[in-house]
């Protein structure tokens, strides 16, 4: 994103609109000037129309910078997975596609959220970190692509320092694993820049109660029930043998 300084009239309307807080107005010009390095190319100030001379112009970008577009913009298709965001559709198709099964949860850091962001930097140190306690990232998910050896987690170096909105990375574990997961996860988290919250996918038991709950609480970890829940809708469903 730009802002034509030719166009803008310094109305000030613009900065609030900016969830990364990129766009201040120039002291000395009194135009509205946006921070190329915080910009994720969200597309939010375009989209709001709230420039009353239509001065902020959208840009198209070439590798790496092309990818803050893809995690930050919603509108925008994945090139490699055609699915428009920043993850799949996680645990909200397990009734269709048995991508989580009993014995199994599905780990993922959403990355950046809420509006504080995330550079790859910090996103490859997370993804190292899941990687040694040996999970399995999810196939179709963005930050999978962008991995160059998904045993380590080690993401292409050409990103790096690519700021997004947010990025997750989706990964799968046995239940007896995930202590080894959380682990890894709260010695990784004081190094990083930024903030993710831990989401873990799972089924059921008969008993309506789920097999990490306890794990957690032996961990003395905190969370929290809500979420989203199959209820066996899909078609096919999937049926486990």
């Not at 190329?36 to 939010?44: L, T």
């Not at 190292?128 to 999970?135: I, S, Y």
């Not at 890894?184 to 709950?213: K, M, N």
Request: aromatic share 6%; with cysteine.
């Amino acid at each position: 994103m730009r802002i034509d300084d030719e166009a803008c009239v310094g109305c000030d309307e613009c900065p609030p609109y900016c969830p990364m807080g990129a766009i201040s107005m120039d002291e000395e010009t009194d135009v509205a000037m946006i921070d190329d390095e915080e910009c994720v190319e969200c597309g939010v100030c375009f989209r709001s129309k709230v420039c009353p001379v239509d001065a902020i112009v959208e840009e198209i970008h070439t590798w790496p910078r092309s990818v803050r577009a893809a995690f930050s913009n919603p509108l925008l298709v994945h090139k490699e997975t055609r699915v428009p965001g920043r993850g799949t559709e996680e645990a909200k198709t397990n009734d269709v596609t048995g991508q989580f099964r009993r014995g199994f949860v599905g780990v993922t850091a959403e990355m950046g959220r809420p509006g504080v962001g995330a550079r790859f930097y910090d996103v490859e140190k997370v993804a190292k970190a899941l990687a040694r306690a040996g999970v399995v990232f999810a196939a179709n998910n963005p930050v999978t692509h962008l991995m160059t050896d998904q045993a380590t987690g080690k993401l292409n170096s050409e990103i790096l320092d690519e700021k997004v909105c947010s990025a997750m990375i989706e990964s799968i574990t046995p239940v007896e694993d995930l202590p080894a997961v959380i682990r890894e996860l709260r010695e990784v988290a004081p190094q990083i820049d930024t903030v993710f919250s831990l989401t873990l996918s799972t089924r059921l038991e008969d008993d309506g109660t789920a097999a990490c709950d306890e794990v957690l609480k032996e961990l003395d970890v905190p969370f929290y029930i809500n979420g989203k829940t199959n209820v066996g809708l899909g078609r096919p469903l999937f049926r486990e043998v």
